[in-house]
């Protein structure tokens, strides 16, 4: 009499062929959250498809902190992207790119680096009304500067009061904005809502490039 296929296989080749799926479970779990499929990954190219398991070991293994989780995804993308301005990279001066985009090229701009922040936190699951992407004035040269440059970083709120600690592809350690005199703030905004100082405002819809992105990543399957 036949044995049942199961009973009939090694403990080793299970757990060969149980292995992608505990795999798939543990980011499902891990993250909370719908990411993209590996053919689309694939429409992007190799360069793509390496950053991406690598992002998604990152985020498999970020800390359980906010902080440590703030940390490991700042590395993350100020170590493995280069800063270009979308001229180089895009051949236009204004485009923003999903971190699957972003991957492909290996390449960003600030609001790239500060996308896919943005994206890879709220896959974690922190809250929404903690992290805030903020366009400021950088001034070029030091804070003494009257020199300014158009900017964008990732703000982070512990609560909505507090003063915010900023994540920017300029420097690689996580300062509060105290710390950064060389930053004025002009505006900033989530999925949520826009502030301009203390002055907050629901129509987030009025962000035309920001909808854009936000339509592009559910297309490419992400769910936050």
């Known amino acids: 009499m036949r044995r049942p296929l199961l009973s009939s296989l090694s403990a080793a080749a299970l757990r060969l062929l149980l292995l992608p799926l505990l795999l798939w479970f543990l980011c499902l779990g891990v993250t909370g959250s719908s990411l993209p499929s590996e053919q689309t990954v694939s429409r992007y190219g190799p360069q793509a498809q390496r950053l991406y398991r690598e992002w998604q070991s990152m ?27 979308n001229s180089q ?15 492909g090229k290996g390449m960003a701009d600030c609001k790239g680096f500060v996308i896919g922040k943005y ?12 992290i805030r992407l903020t366009y400021v004035k950088a001034r070029i040269g030091g804070p003494s500067s009257n020199i300014t440059q158009a900017h964008m970083v990732l703000a982070y709120y512990p609560t909505p009061t507090v003063e915010p600690l900023i994540l920017d ?27 301009v100082g203390t002055t907050q405002n629901n129509n987030v819809n009025r962000l035309t490039r920001w909808k854009q992105l936000l339509d592009k990543l559910k297309t490419e399957g992400f769910s936050f």
């Open 59 to 85: 985020l498999n293994t970020a800390g359980s902190s906010d902080s440590q989780r703030l940390k490991d995804v700042n590395e993350f993308f100020n170590r493995r992207i280069t800063y270009a301005e």
């Open 169 to 195: 592809n300029l420097i690689t350690s996580i300062q509060p904005a105290s710390q950064r005199p060389d930053l004025i703030p002009v505006f900033s905004f989530n999925m949520e809502s826009i502030w």
């Open 89 to 103: 990279v895009w051949r236009q001066e204004d485009y923003w790119a999903t971190p699957l985009e972003t991957f």
């Open 119 to 130: 994206v890879s936190l709220r896959l974690l699951g922190m809250s929404p009304d903690k």
